[in-house]
């Protein structure tokens, strides 16, 4: 799992309420979105690339439990979102 997702944690979460991050080079990195609603204890994770997030024509969300285990959940789920992109960054370089 990269570094980026495995630090995240539900204590983590707590040092904002809305998070965006990426990873990869510039122009061909692969971005992310973490939106937390504390009344409702859930995160909705965003991915995307090439775009800023308002822009990006390519999102995909999920929201998952601001709980230890919808947390590893959404780790999972980024961490495969990435791996997908990677295998298509990959093909189109090839």
């Keep these: 799992m990269l570094d980026c997702f495995a630090q995240i ?3 983590w979460l707590n040092r904002a309420y ?3 991050g990426s990873y990869g080079p510039l122009f061909h990195d ?3 979105r973490l939106e937390m609603d504390a009344k409702e204890k859930k995160v909705t994770a965003t991915t995307y690339s090439k775009a800023c997030f308002e822009a990006a ?3 995909e969300t999920e929201t998952f439990d601001w709980t230890d285990e919808g947390v590893e959940i959404m780790k ?3 961490q495969a979102q990435y791996e997908a992109f ?4 990959a093909a189109e370089t090839a």
Excluded at 86 to 89: D, F, H, N, Y
């Design 18 to 20: 809305l998070y965006n």
């Design 9 to 11: 944690t539900p204590n």
């Design 57 to 59: 024509d390519d999102r």
């Design 76 to 78: 999972n789920w980024l």
């Design 86 to 89: 990677a295998a298509l960054e």
């Design 30 to 32: 692969f971005r992310y």
